[in-house]
């Protein structure tokens, strides 16, 4: 996501990094090639006029810090006023006592407003809320259909101590043209079987168009006159740029939205509808789709979007999403285990698991600071890890225990029950090998010269490899110890 906006923006403050000071030639300058990557990304010109205005502005009457480059002091001038644009928001959902909490989702069709019911449902179920989802889109073919499977996969599949139904009127459903009329009913009744089954939170799906018509705004303020959501929530594709931003400021004038919900936001390499829906209509993003499945989404974070924008990476997030795969008791157990050097290839296949449900990887590395940059030019496959899971599975009990038991004989049948062959088996068990020697060394102290280094202005990436070398004696090693030595404090 905003990969090309990230790429061009970084590049273009990185010019003043030679500049002995900032002046006003200088920024104003550098401003338009900002000027020309936001165009490019799709943001509102009214936005990107504003934004690079401000940002001189902010430039100029600064008091520039005495330890701060100017490429690194316009970085923080840039990310607050990114955090202006798109922020302040407030993602928390209010509840209503006594329940349930009335939310109505509407946007266009193809936005992928029933799947974002699903995920939001799967949110709320995490949180320990009893959820129903009304099926009130008798339009589009099989939407009832889909949104009853949808309500059973979250049900039974999603994380946390909710519960997730659906209630569906699937003889209401006809063809397109249905009388607004029974959309309305099926959504009253809906909120009537939440009310009796005690639920927290009623979301209505209801229909969308494939354009803003009278229909369908009609359709949708009868069902927000009969059942007085407490939020309306719009559902708008974040790779139509502009069209999201001119689709949201329709509904808003038509409904009073409460927020938006961006979908396919890891597909919108631009960035133009993050950027300027907010400023442009004063409603904010509330969360944010970043996948196909139930946990990809997000609470929209401005700060955090912003330091991604600029290649700075979201350590934040990355925790939180470690905080939801890894419990602190299995944590301790493996770093024992990896500090003795007995960590087994169930303990490592364990631990692959847990990082590929946080999602991509190279969604993941991206998200550590540095990384993203040095990865913007690498293909990250992330069906090699379906394969590293093949050979795993094709071995016994005991070669996953005990790795050096692999001969011959047996690399080739792993390789045949995997279906890989002998050399891509090698090589996992190498790297296993070399794996388990490493996190032996590091465990052992080996680990303090490179914290140093990151404690003191951090690592350039292409000293990455440095880190093979750590606890050996080599003199990369040693390099690194005389290279970055802890400051004194005064």
């Known amino acids: 996501m905003f990969e090309n906006l990230s790429n061009k923006l970084t590049k273009s403050i990185r010019n003043l990094s030679g500049r002995g000071r900032i002046s006003e030639s200088n920024v104003r300058e550098s401003m338009e090639d900002v000027r020309r990557a936001l165009l490019e990304a799709d943001v509102h010109v009214d936005v990107v006029s504003d934004f690079c205005e401000n940002v001189v502005q902010d430039a100029l009457g600064a008091d520039v810090t005495t330890s701060l480059k100017p490429g690194e002091e316009m970085i923080g001038i840039v990310n607050q006023r990114l955090i202006d644009i798109m922020g302040p928001v407030d993602s928390h959902i209010m509840l209503v006592e006594p329940g349930p909490t009335v939310i109505m989702m509407c946007g266009l069709q193809g936005s992928g407003k029933t799947t974002t019911c699903g995920k939001l449902a799967a949110y709320l179920k995490k949180q320990g809320k009893h ?15 889909q949104l009853e499977v949808v309500a059973n996969d979250v049900q039974t599949n999603a994380k946390g101590t909710g519960q997730v139904t659906c209630y569906s009127e699937p003889d209401k459903c006809g063809e397109y043209g249905t009388a607004t009329g029974v959309a309305v009913g099926v959504c009253k ?17 209801t229909a969308g168009r494939l354009h803003i018509d009278d229909a369908l705004m009609t359709e949708l303020r009868g069902v927000q006159k009969t059942t007085t959501p407490h939020q309306v929530y719009l559902v708008v594709d974040a790779m139509i740029g502009q069209d999201a931003v001119t689709a949201a400021g329709t509904f808003h004038e038509q409904l009073a939205v409460d927020g938006v919900i961006l979908t396919k936001f890891d597909s919108d390499t631009r960035g133009g509808a993050a950027l300027s829906v907010k400023r442009v209509t004063g409603v904010p993003i509330k969360f944010i789709g970043t996948g196909e ?15 991604r924008i600029l290649g700075m990476g979201d350590v934040v997030s990355l925790v ?8 602190e008791e299995d ?8 500090a003795s050097g007995k960590m087994t290839v169930d303990d490592f296949m364990k631990q692959l698991k847990s990082i590929r449900r946080m999602g991509p990887m190279k969604q993941i590395l991206g998200m550590i600071p540095g990384v993203g940059s040095a990865l913007k030019n690498v293909q990250v496959d992330d069906k090699q890890f379906d394969r ?17 038991l692999l001969g011959k004989s047996r690399i080739k049948r792993i390789a045949a029950g995997s279906g ?5 088996v090698n090589k996992f068990v190498k790297q296993f090998e070399m794996m388990q020697k490493m996190s032996k060394q590091m465990s052992s102290g080996g680990m303090a010269s490179q914290m140093a280094a990151l404690q003191n202005g951090g690592m350039d990436p292409s000293a990455m490899g440095d880190l093979a070398g750590m606890g050996r004696g080599s003199t990369k090693t040693q390099s690194h110890k005389k290279r970055f030595k802890p400051r004194k404090r005064k």
Do not use: C, W, Y
Not at 294 to 305: G, V
Not at 388 to 404: L, V
């Open 131 to 145: 959820v129903v989802l009304v099926a009130a889109d008798l339009q589009r073919p099989a939407a009832v259909e």
């Open 189 to 205: 009744r809906g909120v009537k079987f939440a009310k009796k089954s005690n639920a927290d939170i009623v979301i209505l799906d």
């Open 293 to 307: 499945r139930f946990d990809a989404f997000e609470e929209f974070h401005p700060d955090r979007i912003a330091s």
């Open 320 to 327: 939180e999403k470690a905080q939801e795969e890894f419990s």
């Open 331 to 338: 944590a301790m157990k493996l770093a024992d285990k990896m």
């Open 388 to 404: 590293i899971e093949a050979i795993a599975s094709s071995m016994t009990k005991k070669e996953r225990s005990d790795i050096k």
């Open 420 to 424: 890989t062959n002998n050399s891509e």
